[in-house]
C-alpha cells in the first residue's frame, strides 16, 4: 500500500476544473449533494473561465452516477430545482435571490442571459431524460444500448433477487458433495451447518464480484474424502503415541524446572487421564480435548521459564496437531465458493437471466475485449463528464469500468465524489481499497471543510474526539481533517431544566470490568430511560431544540437511536417498552411470515376451513387477533347453542372465501370481531401488528391467484411460516407510522441522514470476524484465509476494526444537537482481576480513547476525565427509575360540517339477482339498515336454496333411514353438492373411498358416501328432457361450470318496470308478489351452475338442493313451480338467459336465439329418480320477444318512466 500523501485543495466549486481526473472527499454533513448539483449548473451554463468544460453540455450527456435508486431520486430531484431556480434568476436579473446565492453568483458568469434562460428551460424538460442512473442502470443501458459491442443478449431479463437461484446453487452442492459421504463425514459437516441454506449464508459475500484469492491452501489438492481420512489419520497417530508413553508424562514432566504451580502433580494427574480417555476412544471425528495443549512442546516452553525443557516426540507430535486446521471448513467453503458460483453462472445463462451484478461484470468483459476500446470510445462520446457520487463505496468492478473509459482522455471530466470515513458497506461487495488504489492514483484531490448539518459544539466534539488517535482511521491514507461549522447553525442549542447540554455524552458503566450481556442491558435502560425524561420535559416545557431564538419541544420523533443489529434493536424496544414509549424500527427486514400474526392468520384459516374440529376451532379464538381468554372459550364448551354459533359463524367465512376469495373473508373476520380497533387500543406495538396483519391479507390474495383451492392457501401459508425468507423484498416487514415514535435505525441504514438528538447505546460492542478475509496490502486483492493462520486473522481483525472506526463516524455524525453515548470497561468473557486490561480497545470508540491501547477501568476513567469539555460531558450511569411516559393527546379542535344541499346519485352499484329479490322476500325481518349486510350473505347461500335459511347445522341426532332426503339440509351441504357437481365428471361414477373423505373434510360423517354415490349416479344417469340427453352423456369440452357474468344496467332500472315485463310473458311470473328493490343502475353479477351444449343447442342448468318433502313425490311438477315461485327462481333463470343470449350473440356466427338457445333446467337434486321421469326437473324456454325487451330494458337510454 503506497504511503504518499498528495495535497488536497479546499473545494471551490466554482472554480473547480470540469476536466481531467479529480477526486473530491465530503465529509459528513459538509454539502456533497449540493455540490454535485452546483458543479452540474456549471456544466450546463459552461461557465467557470478557464476550467469550464469545453462546451455546454446538455443534460442527456453529464452523467451522475450513485449507488441507489434513493440517491437518484434525491438528486433528480435536486438538480431540477436548481435549474428552475437558475432559470428564474436569468429571467429576472437576479431580483430576489440572495447575493449569496449560487444563483447570484453563476449569473455573474453568464454574458447571455435570455439564451441561458432557454438553454434551461430545455433542460427543465429534459429532466426525465437525464442521464442520472444507479451504477447498475448506467451498466444496463451501456450494455443494451452498445448490444453488438459488449455481446449482450437481446432476450435476456433481469432478476432482482439471486437468493432463490443461490439457495438452488448451493442445494445442489450440498447434495452433489455431502450426500455421498459416509456417516461419520455428513455428522462433522452438520455439525458445522445444519443444512445448505447454513452454508449459504457463510458463502455468500463471496459470490459476487472478483472471486477472492484462497490463501495457505491448494484448491484442488484433496477431496473432502481425502481431507477427513488425513485428519483422523494424524489424531489416530497422536493417540497411539499417547497410549504408549503417557505413563512416563507426570515423571518427565515434574522433574525439570516448570512452572510446579500450573503443572503440579494433581493437575498432571488430571489432565493425563482426561487425555488418555480421549486416546482410548474410537476416532470419528476432530474433536480434542482442551487439556492436550497442556502438553504441546510451545506450551512446555513458555511454562520452564529457566533451565531445561521438558522434552518428547509426543510433545512435538502435539504441537504438529494443534497448529493444524482440525477442520473440514476450509475445504468445503473454497470448493462450495468455486462450484456456486460456476452453478449459478451456468443456471442463469441456461434461463437467459441476468443479476445486477452481472451487469458490471459483463460491461467491464466488454471493456477489456477485443472491441472494448470502440465501446469505451462510443461511451465517451455519449457521456463527456461523469459525476461518480459515494465513490468511497466503490468495489474494483466498477473502478475499472471507469478507469477503462476515460483514462488518458483529460479533455472529459471523471469526478469522484465520496468520504472514505462513511465507507461502511462492505457487506454489500464496497472495497475501501480500492479507493485507496484510486486515491493513490489520482492527482487532483479537493476536500469540503464546513459542516452544514451540525451545531457548532457537536461539530467541535467530534474534531476533538477524533483528533485524539494519531490514526483514527488505522490506515494512513485516510486521515481526519476538522472541520467548521456554518454560521448559520451558531445558535442551535438543545435546553433540558434549564441548561444548555453538551453536545456530545458519555454515558460511563462505572465498573473495573463489565460484561458484554451486563454493558446491554444497563445500556437499553440507560437509554430508554433518559429518552423518557426528554419526552417528559417536551410535554412539561423543560426540554426544548432552540434554532435561530426559535424553540420546540422535544417530541419522539426527535429522537433516534443507532443499533448495529435487529437483535441490539429489539433491546432497545424493549427497554423502551417498560417506559411506555412505542418505537418503530426502521431498518426491519425480517420476513412478515416470522411474526405471530402470521401464525396467528393460519391457525384462523385452519379453522375457517374445518370449524367442526374443536380443536381447530379453539386455538383460532384463543388467538391476540381474536383473544377470547380461557374462561371465554370455557363458557362456550359448557355452552352447546353458542358453541354452535361459532361453528356457523366459521362455516360462513368459508363461504366467502369460496365465492369473493381470501381479502373479502378476512376482512369479515376482521369487521366481526374489531380486531383493527383492539390491535390499536396497544400504544405500544398495536399499529406494527395490524400492519403486519394487512400486509399478510395482501401476499395472501396474491398467493390465491396462483393456487388451486382454499386448501393449498393454507398449506402455502404453513410452508412461508415454516421457512420465511427476509431477502425476499415483498416478504419484508413494512413501517407502520412513525410519527409520535422513537425511532430505531441500524448505522448502516441512518447513512446520509440527519437526526435532531442521537443516542448510541453500544458504542463500545466488538464485532467479530468469522472468516479471515483481507486485502493484501501491496496489490490491493481480496484475500480469504480459511485455515485461520495467526497472520490473516491479524490483518482481517485490523480492517474490521477499521471499519468499526468508520462505523462509529457515521453514528457520531448523524447528530444536529446531541449525540448520548453508552462506554463501560467492557471485558469478553471473564475479568482476572480488578486492575486487569479490557478489551475496550478492540472496539472503535476504545481505540479512539485509548489510542489503539490496552488499558484498564483506571485508564478509562482518566481518559474521559481528560476529555470532559464544554462540548463534550461526561455522567454516570444512573439508578433507573420506572416511572412510564404517557403522550398527552393534542386537545381536538371542534369541527363544524358544512351543510350539504346538493343532490347524490346513490343508485349506482354492482348488484345480482339475490339483492333483486331480497328485500320483497325478507323485507318483514330486517330493517333498511340491515338489507346490504344481509344480502351480501344470503348471495353466498347457493343460488338462494331453502337451505340457505334453514337449519344448517352440521350434527343430527339419530338418522332413521340414510337416504338422500334425509341428508343434511343448510348452506354447508348446498355448498357441499355444488362443489361436486362441479368437480366431477359426469361420465365416471365416483369412488365411495374418495367421497367418504371429502365429506369427512367438510364436516360430514363418512357413512353417507354409499348414499351419495347412489345420489350423484342417480343424477348423472337421469334423463334430462328426453331419454337421449343426461348429464353423463354431456362432453368435458361442451360444459362450462360456475360462468360468470356481468349484465351492464345502463338505465335506472325500476322495480314496477321489471315487473310488468316478466309478468306479460313468464306464467310463473304472474303468480308472484311484486318485486320492491331499490331502483338501480350499474352491474349485475351472478354465476351459471352449468352451461352445456347438446345437439347444437346451449342450456343453462342450475342446481337447487332444496328439501321440499319427504320422498320424491314432493318434487312434482307443481311443488317445484311452487318453490320456483317462493324464491323468484323465474326471475334468476330470465336474467341469466339474458346473460346467456348476449353471451352467444357476440360469439356464435350465424347466432338465432329460437335455433340455438334450447332453455333453462333447474334440478331439484333430492327429487330426482330416473323411475319417476319429469320428478325433479323444470325446464323452460322463455319466448324471444320476453328476452329481447329485457335486452332493451337493461340498454335502453331513455330515462322516461318505465
Known amino acids: 500500500m503506497s504511503n504518499r500523501r498528495i495535497q488536497a485543495y479546499q473545494l471551490d466549486p466554482y472554480c473547480l476544473p470540469l476536466y481531467g481526473q479529480r477526486l473530491i472527499e465530503a465529509s459528513a454533513g459538509t454539502g456533497k449533494t449540493y455540490t454535485i448539483a452546483l458543479l452540474y449548473l456549471r456544466l450546463l451554463l459552461g461557465v467557470g473561465q478557464k476550467n469550464a468544460f469545453s462546451r455546454p453540455l446538455s443534460v442527456e450527456e453529464i452523467l451522475v452516477v450513485t449507488f441507489t435508486e434513493a440517491a437518484t431520486d434525491e438528486l433528480r430531484s435536486r438538480i431540477r430545482h436548481n435549474i428552475h431556480q437558475m432559470r428564474m434568476a436569468c429571467i429576472r436579473d437576479g431580483i430576489g435571490f440572495d447575493e449569496n446565492s449560487i444563483f447570484r453568483i453563476l449569473l455573474s458568469s453568464i454574458a447571455d442571459k435570455e439564451v441561458a434562460a432557454q438553454w434551461l428551460l430545455a433542460a427543465e424538460r429534459q429532466m426525465d431524460e437525464a442521464a442520472i442512473y444507479t451504477i447498475h442502470g448506467f451498466c444496463q443501458r451501456m450494455l443494451v444500448h452498445n448490444a453488438f459491442e459488449s455481446g449482450m443478449l437481446f432476450e435476456q431479463s433481469i432478476i432482482k433477487d439471486e437468493h432463490t437461484i443461490q439457495k438452488q446453487a448451493c442445494a445442489d452442492f450440498w447434495r452433489c458433495n455431502c450426500y455421498p459421504l459416509n456417516y461419520s463425514i455428513s455428522k462433522v459437516i452438520v455439525d458445522e451447518w445444519s443444512d445448505p441454506e447454513a452454508l449459504l449464508a457463510e458463502i455468500k459475500p463471496y459470490l459476487q464480484g472478483d472471486i477472492p484469492t484462497f490463501i495457505n491452501q491448494s484448491i484442488e489438492a484433496q477431496s473432502i474424502k481425502q481431507r477427513h481420512q488425513t485428519l483422523i489419520d494424524t489424531i489416530k497417530k497422536v493417540k497411539a503415541l499417547w497410549l504408549l508413553n503417557s505413563a512416563s508424562f507426570i515423571d518427565l514432566i515434574t522433574d525439570f524446572a516448570i512452572n510446579k504451580r500450573s503443572y503440579s502433580r494433581r493437575n498432571l494427574q488430571g489432565w493425563v487421564a482426561a487425555v488418555t480417555s480421549w486416546a482410548q476412544s474410537a476416532t470419528v471425528d476432530y474433536k480434542t480435548p482442551k487439556e492436550l495443549a497442556r502438553f504441546c512442546q510451545f506450551e512446555l516452553i513458555d511454562k520452564t521459564p529457566t533451565g531445561q525443557v521438558p522434552e518428547h516426540e509426543l510433545f512435538l507430535a502435539i504441537d504438529n496437531l494443534m497448529q493444524q486446521s482440525l477442520t473440514l471448513r476450509d475445504i468445503i467453503i473454497s470448493k462450495a465458493i468455486i462450484d456456486v458460483r460456476q452453478t449459478i453462472v451456468k443456471e442463469k445463462r441456461r434461463r437467459g437471466e441476468i443479476g445486477f451484478d452481472d451487469l458490471l461484470s459483463h460491461l467491464d468483459q466488454a471493456l477489456q475485449a477485443e472491441g472494448g476500446e470502440r465501446l469505451s470510445n462510443t461511451i465517451r462520446n455519449c457521456y463527456p463528464v461523469v459525476m461518480v457520487d459515494e465513490f468511497q463505496d466503490t468495489d474494483p468492478q466498477q473502478y475499472r469500468i471507469f478507469q477503462r473509459i476515460y483514462q488518458g482522455h483529460n479533455h472529459c471530466g471523471l469526478l469522484f465524489i465520496g468520504d472514505p470515513k462513511q465507507a461502511i458497506y462492505a457487506f454489500r461487495g464496497a472495497d475501501i481499497f480500492t479507493y485507496l488504489k484510486a486515491k493513490d492514483q489520482i492527482e487532483s484531490h479537493y476536500t469540503l471543510d464546513t459542516n452544514w448539518r451540525s451545531s457548532p459544539s457537536m461539530v467541535a466534539a467530534i474534531n476533538q474526539l477524533f483528533s485524539r488517535a494519531t490514526k483514527p482511521f488505522l490506515f494512513e491514507q485516510i486521515p481526519f481533517n476538522t472541520v467548521d461549522s456554518a454560521s448559520s447553525?451558531?445558535?442551535?442549542?438543545?435546553?433540558?431544566?434549564?441548561?444548555?447540554?453538551?453536545?456530545?455524552?458519555?454515558?460511563?458503566?462505572?465498573?473495573?470490568?463489565?460484561?458484554?450481556?451486563?454493558?446491554?442491558?444497563?445500556?437499553?435502560?440507560?437509554?430508554?430511560?433518559?429518552?423518557?425524561?426528554?419526552?417528559?420535559?417536551?410535554?412539561?416545557?423543560?426540554?426544548?431544540?432552540?434554532?435561530?431564538?426559535?424553540?420546540?419541544?422535544?417530541?419522539?420523533?426527535?429522537?433516534?437511536?443507532?443499533?448495529?443489529?435487529?437483535?441490539?434493536?429489539?433491546?432497545?424496544?424493549?427497554?423502551?417498552?417498560?417506559?411506555?414509549?412505542?418505537?418503530?424500527?426502521?431498518s426491519n427486514q425480517e420476513s412478515v411470515f416470522a411474526t405471530d400474526e402470521a401464525r396467528d392468520l393460519l391457525w384462523l384459516l385452519q379453522a375457517v376451513l374445518s370449524p367442526e374440529k374443536e380443536r381447530t376451532l379453539r386455538c383460532a379464538l384463543a388467538t391476540r387477533l381474536i383473544e377470547l381468554s380461557a374462561q371465554d372459550i370455557e363458557q362456550l364448551n359448557q355452552d352447546e347453542n353458542q358453541w354452535e354459533l361459532r361453528v356457523e359463524e366459521f362455516a360462513n367465512y368459508l363461504l366467502i372465501w369460496q365465492r369473493h376469495g381470501i381479502l373479502p373473508a378476512l376482512r369479515s373476520?376482521?369487521?366481526?370481531?374489531?380486531?383493527?380497533?383492539?390491535?390499536?387500543?396497544?400504544?405500544?406495538?398495536?399499529?406494527?401488528?395490524?400492519?403486519?396483519?394487512?400486509?399478510?391479507?395482501?401476499?395472501?390474495?396474491?398467493?390465491?391467484?396462483?393456487?388451486?383451492?382454499?386448501?393449498?392457501?393454507?398449506?402455502?401459508?404453513?410452508?412461508?411460516?415454516?421457512?420465511?425468507?427476509?431477502?425476499?423484498?415483498?416478504?419484508?416487514?413494512?413501517?407502520?407510522?412513525?410519527?409520535?415514535?422513537v425511532s430505531i435505525s441500524t448505522i448502516h441504514k441512518s447513512k446520509g441522514l440527519e437526526f435532531p438528538i442521537v443516542w448510541l447505546p453500544f458504542a463500545c460492542q466488538i464485532s467479530q470476524q468469522k472468516l479471515a478475509t483481507f486485502h493484501d496490502r501491496d496489490n490491493f486483492q481480496t484475500c480469504l484465509d480459511l485455515t485461520q493462520q495467526e497472520e490473516s486473522v491479524g490483518l482481517a481483525n485490523e480492517e474490521r476494526l477499521a471499519e468499526d472506526l468508520r462505523l462509529l463516524y457515521v453514528s457520531l455524525t448523524r447528530?444536529?444537537?446531541?449525540?448520548?453515548?453508552?462506554?463501560?470497561?467492557?471485558?469478553?468473557?471473564?475479568?482476572?482481576?480488578?486492575?486487569?486490561?479490557?478489551?475496550?480497545?478492540?472496539?472503535?470508540?476504545?481505540?479512539?480513547?485509548?489510542?489503539?491501547?490496552?488499558?484498564?477501568?483506571?485508564?478509562?476513567?482518566?481518559?474521559?476525565?481528560?476529555?470532559?469539555?464544554?462540548?463534550?460531558?461526561?455522567?454516570?450511569?444512573?439508578?433507573?427509575?420506572?416511572?412510564?411516559?404517557?403522550?398527552k393527546e393534542n386537545t381536538p379542535v371542534k369541527l363544524l360540517a358544512r351543510n350539504f344541499t346538493g343532490q347524490i346519485q346513490n343508485t349506482w352499484r354492482v348488484t345480482s339477482y339475490s339483492g333483486l329479490t331480497y328485500h320483497d322476500m325478507y323485507s318483514d325481518k330486517f330493517t333498511a339498515s340491515d338489507i346490504s349486510i344481509e344480502i351480501a350473505i344470503q348471495d353466498l347461500a347457493p343460488k338462494m336454496d331453502v337451505d340457505a335459511q334453514g337449519d344448517s347445522s352440521l350434527i343430527q341426532g339419530e338418522i332413521a333411514e340414510w337416504s338422500v332426503h334425509t341428508f343434511p339440509k343448510g348452506a354447508t351441504a348446498g355448498t357441499f353438492l355444488h362443489y361436486l357437481l362441479e368437480l366431477l365428471p359426469f361420465n365416471q361414477h365416483p369412488q365411495e373411498s374418495w367421497l367418504a373423505e371429502k365429506l369427512e373434510q367438510a364436516g360430514f360423517s363418512a357413512d353417507w358416501a354409499p348414499v351419495l354415490k347412489m345420489w350423484l349416479m342417480n343424477i348423472f344417469d337421469t334423463p334430462l328432457l328426453s331419454d337421449s340427453l343426461s348429464l353423463s352423456k354431456i362432453t368435458p369440452d361442451n360444459q362450462l361450470n360456475e360462468m360468470q357474468f356481468h349484465l351492464p344496467i345502463e338505465k335506472l332500472l325500476l322495480p314496477s318496470a321489471l315487473d310488468r315485463l316478466t309478468h306479460q310473458y313468464d306464467v310463473l311470473s304472474k303468480r308472484c308478489p311484486p318485486l320492491s328493490f331499490e331502483p338501480v343502475t350499474g352491474v349485475l353479477k351472478g354465476y351459471i351452475d352449468l352451461v352445456f351444449c347438446w345437439q347444437d343447442k346451449f342450456y343453462l342448468l342450475d342446481y337447487k338442493s332444496n328439501w321440499l318433502g319427504e320422498n320424491g313425490l314432493a318434487y312434482s311438477q307443481e311443488a317445484i313451480q311452487n318453490a320456483m315461485i317462493d324464491h323468484r327462481y323465474d326471475l334468476q333463470y330470465q336474467l341469466y338467459t339474458l346473460a346467456m343470449h348476449r353471451y352467444l350473440r357476440n360469439r356464435l356466427p350465424n347466432y338465432d336465439y329460437q335455433k340455438h338457445f334450447g332453455g333453462v333446467i333447474y334440478l331439484f337434486l333430492r327429487g330426482l329418480d330416473a323411475k319417476n321421469p319429469g320428478y325433479g326437473i323444470y325446464h323452460t324456454i322463455p319466448p324471444y320477444a320476453f328476452i329481447n325487451s329485457l335486452d332493451e330494458l337493461f340498454n335502453a337510454t331513455n330515462r322516461g318512466e318505465q
Open 489 to 586: 447553525n451558531q445558535h442551535l442549542a438543545f435546553i433540558h431544566k434549564t441548561a444548555k447540554l453538551s453536545a456530545l455524552n458519555f454515558c460511563y458503566l462505572d465498573k473495573e470490568a463489565v460484561s458484554t450481556l451486563d454493558y446491554q442491558q444497563t445500556m437499553a435502560y440507560q437509554c430508554a430511560s433518559q429518552i423518557c425524561d426528554w419526552l417528559k420535559g417536551g410535554e412539561n416545557g423543560t426540554t426544548w431544540l432552540y434554532r435561530n431564538d426559535v424553540k420546540q419541544p422535544v417530541t419522539a420523533a426527535d429522537i433516534m437511536v443507532l443499533v448495529r443489529s435487529r437483535r441490539e434493536a429489539v433491546m432497545i424496544r424493549e427497554a423502551l417498552s417498560k417506559f411506555k414509549i412505542s418505537s418503530v424500527f426502521l
Open 669 to 741: 373476520i376482521m369487521v366481526n370481531h374489531r380486531i383493527a380497533e383492539n390491535l390499536l387500543m396497544d400504544n405500544i406495538d398495536g399499529e406494527r401488528r395490524l400492519m403486519d396483519v394487512m400486509h399478510l391479507s395482501e401476499l395472501l390474495q396474491e398467493a390465491e391467484l396462483q393456487l388451486e383451492s382454499e386448501h393449498a392457501l393454507v398449506r402455502w401459508l404453513a410452508q412461508q411460516i415454516d421457512h420465511p425468507d427476509p431477502l425476499v423484498e415483498n416478504q419484508q416487514i413494512r413501517l407502520e407510522s412513525d410519527s409520535h415514535l
Open 815 to 887: 447528530s444536529k444537537y446531541h449525540c448520548s453515548v453508552g462506554i463501560a470497561p467492557l471485558i469478553q468473557g471473564r475479568p482476572s482481576g480488578e486492575s486487569s486490561n479490557t478489551d475496550l480497545h478492540q472496539s472503535a470508540l476504545g481505540y479512539l480513547l485509548q489510542n489503539g491501547q490496552p488499558g484498564n477501568a483506571t485508564l478509562l476513567r482518566d481518559t474521559l476525565g481528560a476529555l470532559a469539555s464544554e462540548n463534550i460531558s461526561i455522567t454516570p450511569v444512573s439508578d433507573i427509575n420506572l416511572s412510564p411516559w404517557y403522550r
